[in-house]
Nanobody, 117 residues
């Protein structure tokens, strides 16, 4: 049974930082491309960042220079370090795992990030 469990969401002031974690189980983690998405109220889910199984990364333009995605294959965990947070970063953040060997895709349940003073 595959599970992705996000944690680390919180209420933070503008300019603050948060570190999200996503722990995976039931998969060979090193064979999966891992991504973060987010969905703000009334908006469609948006891709934020991806880290490939080999470690290369990509980001949506709006978070470049502020967010960093990383992975620890030994702990089956992917992270999203978010700095210089803005109110427009407020959303539910979701972890996504996509197999590099097929079409299997899995989602976590989401963690709420609220940026407000």
């Amino acid at each position: 049974q595959v599970q992705l469990v996000e944690s680390g969401g919180a209420l933070v002031q503008p300019g603050g930082s948060l570190r999200l974690s996503c722990a995976a189980s039931g998969v060979i983690f090193s064979r999966y491309q891992m991504s973060w998405y987010r969905q703000a109220p009334g908006k469609q889910r948006e891709w934020v960042a991806t880290i490939a199984s080999g470690g290369s990364t990509n980001y949506v333009n709006s978070v470049k220079g502020r967010f960093t995605i990383s992975r620890d294959n030994a702990k089956n965990t992917v992270f999203l370090q978010m700095n210089s947070l803005k109110p427009e970063d407020t959303a539910v953040y979701y972890c996504n795992a996509r197999s590099t060997y097929g079409s299997a895709t899995y989602w976590g349940q989401g963690t709420q990030v609220t940026v407000s003073s």
